[in-house]
């Protein structure tokens, strides 16, 4: 009979410990879990601090006693691991100072990570919680329901995010603090300003580029310093400002472990040991685009790790895959999402790359109830499709996903104009946002298409910048410097343009990128060097706020 310990529960140990149930049904199969719970939806966690999720069960997937009736798996709670022996394929556990040996002829970690711990002075405040754990949700929503009115959330990345969106929901005043230049530090900046717009229209004050310095007890209650000398009382501190694998256990048996801490393994999670495999948010992973090695930690690649893993421990499988890191995050009535690289990592791994960008409707225009998406793209110049990212009220979880599945199936960025996809008035558009980022790749990448990236200033003393939309957007705001001829015009203004320009390459932009792209066409065609404004108004709007004027 295969003995196989896996250590940690929840996302990765229990997807390994389930599969590898259906491959063998003989195996003795045991987990050892330190928590209380061994199977929660710890994505849900802060849903239930809001009240959305109504029953704190709802968020108990599985018990000890279900897991033995259902799957014949020995659960251990309340069980700490605290030594791995590998030459005698044992495991030390202890509970409540008894201590027990078990032997394994397959091991599983899966201990998860750490809430990051930085050294502000104060943090041990009795009121400063972290959201990782179904006690972590209970006290919170005890706090948050007993008569707590002030919060502050350090860190906002996924967790710090929803945390503040549901302790506003749950009737708080919330302000969050970001080290980092702008909230959700793994977007771009022009993604990231619709968050801290969502943010701030429903209240929470968003403090970014600053870090808690100090938290002091006010009368039983926590008060946060800030870099900028800045104070806010709170009755609730949220920690939130990353996490660090749980690799200790790991890295004093003598397994590979990176130098931030992460357990090596290789395509089937197995680790420098031949019988022991890792999992989970304390494994690392190769990403798809950057080739950085970390943690990925997101449910998805944890589920699909405990699977592989369980594959491998019975010699069949498949491989798997780098990861994406494909996420959402919802803030409010605003959606996030991601795949692949960002500017920041395209950067710092030294890539070349264009970056495609549409403003378009979730569905049909003419349709009512049309949401703006915020959609960006950034492709090689092979055509790699690197990343995506995208923000809206609606329809951002399905576009994101669909470039998801064409960077894992190896499509490039103008192959995503011949997808064939769905398309109802109330459900898309003929030529979906998707396939338009698709367009401008093409259109890039054929050499009909120069583009202006909105990250890079605009100077007019050496630009000549063209505004082609019409009079009233001009007078509701537009680019100091610029000078407005709206597209119809464009044609027959050629050679006032050319006297205008004196020399200077042409940058040409309207509201969101279509007018501009008709009209750079129309400079082409008569032998000025011109290069539409990728993203339009809207983005120089956000990237270049200084520079626009009304």
Same mark, same amino acid.
């Given at each position: 009979m295969r003995k196989v310990v896996v250590i940690g529960g929840v996302a990765g140990g229990m997807s390994a410990a389930a599969r590898l149930r259906r491959l063998d049904p003989t195996a003795r199969i045991t987990v050892v879990e330190q928590g209380a719970e061994v199977s929660f939806a710890n994505c849900g966690l802060p849903y239930y601090v809001s009240g959305e999720i109504p029953s704190r069960a709802d968020l108990l997937l599985h018990s000890p006693e279900s897991l033995a009736r259902t799957l014949g798996l020995e659960?251990?709670?309340?069980?700490?691991?605290?030594?791995?022996?590998?030459?005698?394929? $044992?495991v030390t556990v202890e509970r409540g100072g008894d201590i027990q040996v078990l032997r394994y002829d397959a091991l599983v970690l899966a201990?998860?990570?750490?809430?990051?711990?930085?050294?502000?002075?104060?943090?041990?405040?009795?009121?400063?919680? $972290?959201?990782?754990?179904?006690?972590?949700?209970?006290?919170?929503?005890?706090?948050? $329901?007993?008569?707590?009115?002030?919060? &502050?959330?350090?860190?906002?990345?996924?967790?710090?995010?929803?945390a503040a969106e549901a302790l506003t929901h749950a009737g708080l005043q919330v302000a969050v603090i970001e080290a980092a230049p702008h909230v959700l530090p793994m977007v771009d900046p022009e993604i990231a300003w619709y968050v801290r717009d969502a943010l701030n229209r429903h209240g929470v004050a968003v403090h970014e580029g600053v870090a808690a310095t100090q938290i002091d007890d006010v009368d039983g209650r926590p008060q946060v310093t800030l870099s900028d000398g800045a104070t806010i009382d709170a009755d609730l501190v949220v920690l939130s400002v990353g996490v660090r694998p749980r690799s200790e256990l790991a890295a004093a048996a003598g397994l590979s472990v990176t130098e931030h801490?992460?357990?090596? &393994?290789?395509?089937?999670?197995?680790?420098?040991?031949? =019988?022991?495999?890792? &999992?989970?948010?304390?494994?690392?992973?190769? =990403?798809?685009?950057?080739?950085?090695?970390?943690?990925?930690?997101?449910? $998805?690649?944890?589920?699909?790790?405990?699977?592989?893993?369980?594959?491998?421990?019975?010699?069949?499988?498949?491989?798997?895959?780098?990861?994406?890191?494909?996420?959402?995050?919802?803030?409010?009535?605003?959606?996030?999402?991601?795949?692949g690289a960002s500017r920041r990592s395209l950067e710092q791994s030294g890539r070349d790359f264009h970056t495609a960008r549409t403003h378009s409707g979730h569905h049909a225009g003419y349709y009512p109830g049309a949401e703006t998406m915020h959609l960006l793209l950034h492709f090689a110049p092979d055509g790699q499709i690197l990343g995506a990212q995208g923000?809206?009220?609606?329809?951002?979880?399905?576009?994101?996903?669909?470039?998801?599945?064409?960077?894992?199936?190896?499509?490039?960025?103008?192959? %995503?104009?011949?997808?064939?996809?769905?398309?109802?008035?109330?459900?898309?558009?003929?030529?979906?946002?998707?396939?338009?980022?698709?367009?401008?790749?093409?259109?890039?990448?054929?050499?009909?298409?120069?583009?202006?990236?909105?990250v890079d200033p605009l100077d007019p003393d050496t630009t000549f910048v063209l505004d082609v939309r019409?009079?009233?957007?001009?007078?509701?705001?537009? %680019?100091?410097?610029?000078?407005?001829?709206?597209?119809?015009? @464009?044609?027959?203004?050629?050679?006032?343009?050319?006297? %205008?320009?004196?020399?200077?390459? &042409?940058?040409?932009?309207?509201?969101?990128?279509?007018?501009?792209?008709?009209?750079?066409?129309?400079?082409?065609?008569?032998?000025?060097?011109?290069?539409?404004?990728?993203?339009?108004?809207?983005?120089?709007? @956000?990237?270049?706020?200084?520079g626009v004027e009304s």
């Open positions: 659960v251990r709670v309340h069980t700490r691991a605290t030594e791995i022996d590998r030459a005698a394929q $044992t201990p998860g990570a750490y809430a990051v711990r930085p050294p502000i002075p104060g943090l041990d405040h009795p009121r400063v919680h $972290t959201l990782r754990t179904v006690p972590d949700a209970d006290t919170m929503r005890a706090l948050a $329901t007993s008569g707590a009115t002030k919060a &502050v959330v350090l860190g906002a990345g996924f967790i710090g995010l929803e801490g992460a357990i090596v &393994v290789d395509e089937h999670q197995r680790t420098s040991d031949p =019988h022991i495999w890792a &999992v989970g948010d304390a494994s690392a992973s190769i =990403h798809a685009i950057t080739g950085a090695t970390g943690p990925v930690a997101l449910a $998805t690649p944890a589920n699909r790790g405990g699977r592989v893993a369980a594959d491998s421990i019975m010699g069949v499988g498949r491989p798997a895959p780098k990861p994406l890191g494909t996420a959402i995050v919802r803030v409010f009535d605003t959606a996030v999402g991601m795949t923000v809206g009220k609606e329809g951002i979880d399905k576009r994101i996903d669909v470039i998801a599945t064409g960077a894992r199936a190896g499509l490039r960025a103008d192959d %995503l104009v011949d997808l064939d996809l769905s398309y109802a008035p109330p459900f898309g558009a003929a030529k979906d946002p998707v396939m338009m980022l698709g367009m401008i790749a093409d259109n890039v990448l054929v050499g009909g298409l120069r583009q202006h990236d909105p019409n009079q009233p957007e001009w007078d509701r705001g537009h %680019l100091r410097g610029a000078t407005l001829i709206p597209q119809p015009l @464009v044609a027959r203004s050629i050679d006032q343009i050319r006297d %205008l320009a004196n020399g200077r390459p &042409v940058a040409v932009h309207c509201a969101s990128g279509f007018r501009s792209y008709l009209a750079t066409r129309t400079l082409m065609g008569a032998g000025i060097p011109a290069a539409n404004v990728s993203g339009g108004f809207m983005t120089l709007a @956000v990237t270049q706020p200084d």
